[in-house]
Protein backbone atom coordinates (compact mmCIF):
# COMPACT_ATOMS: atom_id res chain seq x y z
CA UNK A 1 0.00 0.00 0.00
CA UNK A 2 1.13 3.64 -1.11
CA UNK A 3 1.53 6.08 1.73
CA UNK A 4 -1.09 9.50 1.04
CA UNK A 5 0.38 13.09 1.50
CA UNK A 6 -0.45 13.90 4.78
CA UNK A 7 1.44 10.67 6.29
CA UNK A 8 4.41 11.35 4.13
CA UNK A 9 4.53 15.04 5.60
CA UNK A 10 3.91 13.13 8.90
CA UNK A 11 6.86 10.46 7.99
CA UNK A 12 8.91 13.99 7.20
CA UNK A 13 8.84 14.94 10.67
CA UNK A 14 9.77 11.63 12.74
CA UNK A 15 13.24 12.02 9.60
CA UNK A 16 13.69 15.60 10.41
CA UNK A 17 14.05 14.15 14.54
CA UNK A 18 14.99 10.89 14.27
CA UNK A 19 15.61 10.86 18.20
CA UNK A 20 12.14 11.92 19.06
CA UNK A 21 9.15 9.88 20.25
CA UNK A 22 6.12 10.57 18.82
CA UNK A 23 2.30 10.23 20.62
CA UNK A 24 -1.22 10.40 18.60
CA UNK A 25 -2.24 13.42 20.60
CA UNK A 26 0.77 15.40 18.56
CA UNK A 27 -0.14 14.08 15.70
CA UNK A 28 -3.73 15.67 16.01
CA UNK A 29 -2.50 18.97 16.75
CA UNK A 30 0.18 19.47 14.36
CA UNK A 31 -2.09 18.29 11.34
CA UNK A 32 -5.60 19.43 12.93
CA UNK A 33 -7.38 16.17 12.39
CA UNK A 34 -9.39 13.66 14.86
CA UNK A 35 -7.52 11.23 17.13
CA UNK A 36 -8.83 7.93 14.79
CA UNK A 37 -7.43 9.88 11.69
CA UNK A 38 -4.06 10.54 13.04
CA UNK A 39 -3.76 6.68 15.05
CA UNK A 40 -4.57 5.25 11.66
CA UNK A 41 -1.72 7.20 10.08
CA UNK A 42 0.20 6.04 12.90
CA UNK A 43 -0.49 2.70 12.68
CA UNK A 44 -0.48 2.46 8.71
CA UNK A 45 2.88 3.97 8.53
CA UNK A 46 3.82 1.19 11.20
CA UNK A 47 2.64 -1.77 9.57
CA UNK A 48 4.84 -0.53 6.32
CA UNK A 49 8.01 -0.85 8.69
CA UNK A 50 8.04 2.99 8.67
CA UNK A 51 7.48 3.45 12.38
CA UNK A 52 8.05 1.21 15.79
CA UNK A 53 4.89 1.50 18.22
CA UNK A 54 5.94 1.62 21.61
CA UNK A 55 3.35 0.27 24.22
CA UNK A 56 2.94 2.36 27.33
CA UNK A 57 0.53 1.76 30.24
CA UNK A 58 -1.98 4.15 28.75
CA UNK A 59 -1.12 5.08 25.48
CA UNK A 60 1.53 4.45 22.09
CA UNK A 61 4.54 6.38 21.32
CA UNK A 62 5.80 6.11 17.86
CA UNK A 63 9.38 6.30 17.00
CA UNK A 64 11.51 6.03 13.67
CA UNK A 65 11.96 2.46 13.00
CA UNK A 66 15.65 1.64 13.76
CA UNK A 67 16.07 0.00 10.15
CA UNK A 68 14.24 2.21 7.91
CA UNK A 69 11.36 0.60 6.00
CA UNK A 70 11.58 -3.13 6.54
CA UNK A 71 9.48 -3.88 3.78
Same mark, same amino acid.
Given at each position: KDINLRQ?? &?LKDFMRHPEKNFVIKE &?? +?TYNIAYDSARNDLL?? +?ELGYLEKIST? %???IFELAKHG %? %??
Open positions: AE &I &IM +THL +TK %NKF %N %NR
